[in-house]
């Protein structure tokens, strides 16, 4: 082990997030992974649950010490459910690591959202607001200090990205925000189960929790948030901050990859809206975002063009007969929807260059 | 030849709509294939074209002689490009046939939005009045003895059959119908373009057209005349008529297939929304209907339920958190959507049960 | 009912071969289901499990008291696991019906091989001498009066049907026939396995059972008697009946199909062969057959040209460089392969036209 | 621009091998890529014809000045069709360029054949002798100072990787090699083909060049003189040196990978075998190779494990009934098979550690 790398630990890393972030970290030149854990797998070799990595990623899997992963570790990467990680990680932070949490668990600051979205009670509400949300693009200058990272969810990044743009300077109403999203099969995890086997899913499309699908209240408190940046800025008024938005998830034979395509109106402040204006206004939004690829006028985002990178790729586009602006994003939903971008985060907590390691991670053909 | 079958010929009769046309009449029992027409493979077997339908159909392809043709034949069935079926149609007509078009030079009623919709001006505005737009769960005493019927495009179908039970009975706002519907690569046509070549979309998903699309003015047409009927009952008032809708279509790596996911809101007519109610109203309409299932309460309409088919699956739900109803309907845009539609309304243009031949095509896995 | 319809029950019927055999009898003029069972899902609708089916086949699943339902069908195909099979198929036969069974329990005739291959004791195993194997192309005559019908594994009817034509006129050497197969994922059955998981199984392709799968002795057998027919006609001798056979299978990422390439040596009895005549062998033998498609010299099988139907195509070539035949056939795997091929055989047994039911089944785009 | 990089241009960079080309160098610590040129795209940014390159490689196509191209690089890749090739190849090496070529035409050391199996008379045949076939397996020494490489054709990496220890060790009878070997569509190119359309190819399978590919004798060669060190040794003699092989392409539903299946017979030499004996052979004679990766007795190769890698995994087993063995192999036909092994040959040609940019580049899920 070289000791000027930072000490990766992953727990419950043979899902598919886990699979990413070690597909992430062992082409990261500053990071050293430590600890792999796995319930279902320990003992065998990560390349024995996937072999692709044989020769790439031997490194033997353990049940899981918390207490000894946490003070070897620099930073514990957590993949586990909802529920489990609100009682594994304040066990991580107290023995000293530093934490990015993928669950639903520490994403939230109103507590009552969370309990009512996630039905559970939260063990340890106190950090809540301790917790960074890990979106990079909008928490930066927090992430460097932060303790506990509470990674987005797949289809918040991909929302909240292609709102944010407008929701901060009021450019769009609030009171319509319609998100018609579709997901990669890889986003339902790794399991044994006949909804998503090959027969059952290939050539399928379906919508899915089309009411009450946990992603929404993530997706309209961090538009609230947002949407508060206007009020600020006074572009908007208290009545404009989104308290709720609809959304509707989609399930799409293909493995990895996400695309949400939303649909808003024009507020008064957007003055003589017009597509190359919705184009504009995210040219000057993201210009100095590595990961967030503003494609050119009309030119719209494919999930294919994002497949195992940690880029988002946005464009809209306006509809005079109807005064509708159309958003619309693409990412991998385990690249900038999950692991890639909580190795995205981790560079920032480290103080490193915040695309080392994730430069040049795509797929051609 | 039995002489007591309908005799059919297929103009255009190698693309997908044309071969899906020949799949369904080789097993419709009182139908029989007179001619073929090819510009690109005339000379050749349908088998040759299409081998899966080796000593099913081997019909030799004609190039076409459209007058011999249409004295030859009970029922001509169209699938040229529009702008091509403008000039043919009328000579089938003229020479004795009934014709189904699968173009959309004979779908508007108004010819200024055909026109520019289509950029092309029309030869023959003067059958516009007369063609029958071929939805036979709408149109089915029109059907009955038409001439012309204009076979509608497979988005018209999938948000027009999801859409008709609300919008007759003033049960939504019509000011913001929002369509996001996507398709399977088949609804490009059969051609040699690297835009649909394996490599290419395998794996991605898009938008595409996502302000003026033509099918978005269809769309518009004949909502407007369904939102008329509301009126008519007393329903909803003549600003309710529809004039505009959105619309976006997808494309998603899938042979056949179409999915339609419509954002709408209730109208104060409709008292006490729920899911359930949704439900009821879709049940209700649509209780005599064989093609269109209406989805039990919360089941959500699937692709895969109706590859090959000629049905179209529907559901809805209502969000109270955002007063938004959610519309779904699947169907195969080769079969619902285009083909077998243009079957079932030739079934009612010669008094036969509509199901005749279309009852049980269906895919299983 | 209608009583002049032959009475057809399956046992097993949610599998992926169960639900084949629904699609096909639901359009067969000449039968009707009776009873369907299924431990898994008794007191559901078939089409709760398959919503595919919904207003097509809506019979509710039984568990299933076999002596009922063999006294009330004429014919119960069961589609149950080996080992399970060998003592439900007495029951039934006892009770008056007449049974297609899709295991691998009664389609040896050496007791000792299909005990080896299957490592089990067989219960009956003075069925096995009367119990007919269900190729109608080659035992077409036994299948008219049998009683008990061993539907034959997938595998096997795409090598044998690709075989035949040259071991029973001796034209092939018989001490090195390798064949190597692959079929589709829905070969695994309907199961939550992670093996068959969309995100596992996509883009994948790979060799499995590579040494000893089953099929194996079941191919060797029928190529046994295959051969013997050579011996018998005084153009082979008895060392040259077929022991073993080299067989290799394979998974691909599609859903259905299966395609076997075959490779053998001319031997002295073919004499000038070259691609025309392997081909013209393949037109000669198979002149009556239906559902042998037999390509045009130099055209080669495609799984897709076969996808939901019950056709086998074959055609093969000459490699004079090294003195090879190769052979290869297409079929779908559920199709030819199991379910259709069990329809075709059951018209045999009840004097229908071959075709009944299947001659239009295919699938076009 | 940093002077210690290697300068790489690559002609013919837009197809599917000059993509995946781009991918490796932009990710490649050493390398720094000068010209990209491309006859139909020239003038536009490369990420102009491949969007998910944007931000990651921009540089703008040129229609390509040999001459100058080759005296700025250290190093030429050319990735043009075979006859093409021929041509280009010497004007850069004349003027000063190191050159791996992908095409054809300069694989072969015997003249004729070559003629023979690409039907075209070739302009520069003194080439040949000097060319080193680009498999740093076996021709690592000769790598390291070749002045032209010929880059091995995909399914020849494939079948040698597999062959080559049991050929130079004299461990199987060289009489009877039969190739059954499966490729993803992108191995026949970027290109508007209906053969190559998503919904032709999706759910196909097929065979394809069954006799005279021009690989067989590309694969042939190669075979002649690894068995010929099989003489050398003593293990084999004169009559053993291959002189053909059979082999058989197929075209499978998956972008990217290759497997090849492969069937011998132990010769004399190989004492005692079994499929672990197999296994053993494999270890041992790969135990150094970085990039052959031999799996765990009895686990097969699989094309998802290599998918967007380096790699290529083997195995083997032994069927004593037949005396038959089969050896496996995988690998990505655009990594292993043509762009990635080109950028491990340019590793040798340059002295740098022969996995450097290449050592983790996997795809996970």
Redesign the interface.
Known sequence: MESNKIKISIIGSTG?VG??L??GF??HPYAEIIHLTSQSFAGKKFSDV???????CDITLEEGDYVKIAQDSDLVITALPHGVSSKTVPVLLENGARVIDHSGDFRYKNLATYEKSYKLDHPHPELLGEAVYGLPEFYREELKTARLVANPGCYPTCSLIALAPFLTQGLIKTD?I?I?A?S???GAG?????A?????????????G???HRH?TEIAEQCGFLSAKAVEAGKATEADVVK???F?P?L??????M?A?I?VRPSGVFEGVT?EKVNEVYQEFYSNE?FV?V?ENK???????????N?I?VNG???P??D?I?L?S?QDN?GKGAALQAIQAANVMFGLPEDTGL???????
């Open positions: 598919y699979a990413e070690v597909r062992v082409g996937y072999p692709v990595f044989r020769g790439v319509s319609i018609n579709v990669g099969v890889s790794r399991k044994s189960d006949l998503y086997a090959f027969c059952e899913t290939d050539e399928a499309f379906k919508p899915y089309a009411v009450g929404t709720a938005v609809t509707t989609h799409a034979p293909f493995k990895r990859g695309l395509s649909y597509s590595t690829r494609l030119v719209l985002p494919d999930v294919k063009s994002v497949y195992g990178s880029y790729d586009m306006y509809d007969e109807t509708m159309k619309f693409a385990l430069g040049s991670v795509i797929r051609g053909v």
